[in-house]
């Protein structure tokens, strides 16, 4: 079910979303662990195409296997919250020259080493997008 040709208005939606926030995180399992990792994405070819650094090697563990994706605004103060949920499988590739300045700069460092980009592709299976609307005051109680 490619997303950069959605079928449905939810997969139109997640597109629309996506473009409004740079990162979002990565889910996949590493010898048997969860791990949660950020990466940069830009949508492509009717995939999610993931931009994260190459250490510990999370690229690796995402070689063909189902995993998650989620991006969000929650931690902007907005009267509609929104996150977006892509489950579907992925491979490590080397993107086309032309899709590498659409993510950006990169970060210098992660975790204090230099970073160094590796790229994952995820075809979507699954596209889910959540809403919230939440009061204005309870925003602000948990800010101060």
């Given at each position: 079910m490619p997303i950069e040709d959605p079928c449905s208005a939810e997969e139109l939606r997640a597109v629309e979303l996506l473009s409004r926030v740079a990162y979002g995180r990565l889910a996949t399992t590493m010898s048997a662990m969860l791990a949660v990792v950020p990466a940069r994405h830009v949508v492509s070819d009717g995939s999610v195409l993931l931009r994260l650094h190459?250490?510990?090697?999370?690229h690796h563990a995402c070689a063909g296997t189902v995993?998650?994706?989620?991006?969000?605004?929650?931690?902007?103060?907005?009267a509609g919250h929104w996150s977006v949920q892509i489950t579907g499988t992925a491979e490590p590739v080397r993107p086309a020259?032309?899709?590498?300045?659409?993510?950006?700069p990169a970060p210098l460092h992660v975790d204090g080493e230099p970073f160094e980009p590796v790229?994952?592709?995820?075809?979507p299976c699954f596209v889910t997008v959540h809403t919230?609307?939440?009061?204005?005051?309870?925003?602000?109680r948990h800010a101060e």
């Open positions: 190459r250490r510990p090697g999370y995993v998650a994706y989620g991006a969000d605004n929650l931690g902007h103060p907005a020259d032309e899709e590498i300045p659409r993510f950006g790229y994952v592709r995820l075809t919230l609307h939440c009061p204005e005051q309870r925003h602000r």
